[in-house]
């Protein structure tokens, strides 16, 4: 019997291309022996001291509450929490186009049946440390000139882990599209030198 993988993702709630990358994975784990383990970014973190513009300066201030939220979640209920915990925050955040206040907390905390007393994190500074070691484990690797998401596989050799950004899928693939893209990534990821396939975005994510 094949041992089953471990792959890790790094996510930030409120990123939509991040949202689209863990639901092809979760399509992966259905057709490859892998099992997706879950962790929290902060693109609040990631840009902070950078000249932004002001709409998405706002964002960035807003983005605090949904990843401390998180990790207070992870801190009290286990890291597994986050699994569920991200589908219900992106569920509401991606699309049925929920504000990032207290009502989407508590609806996403009581669904996955964790404490809604929970949501009051978003408002403090508590968590900040334990969220800034998980941002650097998933980003330290891959560097800061890049976002979410962000994932760190089994390389081609024995005890190697490769980490990279991407990919930016949409609309996400299913079944075996789903595995054969996750074959190519990992080809190319696994690379040595290899750094970069990009193209001009045409479409936004198309949430399926």
């Not at 915990?85 to 905390?109: C, M, N, P, V």
């Not at 998933?138 to 490769?162: C, L, Q, R, S, Y």
Request: proline share 8%; aromatic share 10%; charged share 25%.
């Amino acid at each position: 019997m094949t041992e089953r993988a471990t792959v890790d993702m790094w996510f930030d709630p409120i990123c939509p291309w991040a949202w689209m990358t863990s639901r092809w994975l979760l399509e992966v784990e259905k057709v490859r022996d892998l099992d997706v383990r879950f962790h929290v970014m902060s693109l609040s973190v990631l840009n902070e001291g950078r000249d932004l513009p002001e709409q998405y300066r706002d964002l960035m201030s807003k983005g605090w509450g949904p990843v401390r939220v998180c990790i207070a979640a992870a801190e009290t209920a286990g890291p597994e929490a986050l699994r569920d915990l991200y589908t219900a925050f992106g569920t509401r955040i991606h699309l049925q186009k929920y504000e990032l206040d207290e009502k989407l907390y508590r609806e996403a905390l009581t669904e996955v049946g964790l404490d809604p007393e929970l949501a009051a994190a978003a408002d403090t500074d508590r968590y900040d440390e334990a969220l800034r070691t998980s941002h650097n484990a998933g980003m330290k690797p891959v560097g800061t000139d890049v976002g979410t998401p962000v994932i760190h596989a089994p390389g081609p050799n024995p005890d190697e882990k490769i980490a990279f950004f991407g990919p930016v899928v949409t609309p996400a693939p299913k079944g075996e599209a789903a595995g054969k893209l996750w074959d190519g990534v990992l080809l190319v990821a696994g690379t040595p030198g290899f750094y970069e396939i990009k193209r001009s975005r045409e479409i936004g994510p198309i949430f399926d």
